[in-house]
């Protein structure tokens, strides 16, 4: 119950800190990069480039993954070269300096929380249906090895 309280509180500072317009980009930038996060901003995002091109005739579409790389996310200044930027752990945020990192690091530590929580979420997932599995084998297995237990299995499965 604890895990599930935390969890909640996490997404609603999410909620709070990237519902912020000089923020919405930073989110998207990183769940497009991580769809584990959320697979519907991927899919919607694929689908939305696909409407833009056939529907208006626009051949690239300029994506907020492009645009954040280009961009110190604490001052916003625009680089030319996204090599001129420094590029934090989770892969995604972009800082021109050191002093720019800091002070967008409380907004920008929520989303190495989203990534860890979700991998956490992930592992556990992957950890359950493993045992389930196993369960199964376990059964399956027993139910073989009693007396007329092979042929008795195979009619059932």
């Known amino acids: 119950m604890g895990c599930q309280r935390s969890i909640i ?3 609603m500072k999410i909620m709070e800190t990237y519902t912020y317009p000089a923020h919405v980009n930073k989110y998207l ?3 497009l990069k991580y769809p584990e996060l959320n697979p519907g901003f991927k899919l919607y995002n694929i689908l939305m480039m696909e409407f833009l091109k ?3 005739n626009i051949k690239a ?4 993954e492009e645009a954040m790389a280009q ?3 604490a001052c916003k200044k625009i680089y030319e070269d996204p090599k001129d930027l420094k590029t934090c752990d989770c892969k995604v945020g972009k800082y021109c300096e050191r002093k720019c990192q800091f ?3 409380k907004v920008h530590k929520l989303l190495h929380q989203e990534l860890r929580i979700t991998q956490d979420v ?3 997932i992957a950890k359950e249906e493993e045992a389930e599995e196993e369960e199964k084998l376990r059964v399956k297995s027993a139910l073989q090895n009693r007396p007329g237990g092979k042929r008795d299995i195979n009619r059932r499965l």
């Open 54 to 56: 056939q529907n208006f």
């Open 9 to 11: 509180v996490h997404n």
């Open 71 to 73: 961009q110190c996310w």
């Open 61 to 64: 579409v300029p994506t907020v």
């Open 122 to 124: 992930l592992l556990e």
């Open 103 to 105: 002070q967008e690091w």
């Open 29 to 31: 930038a990183l769940a």
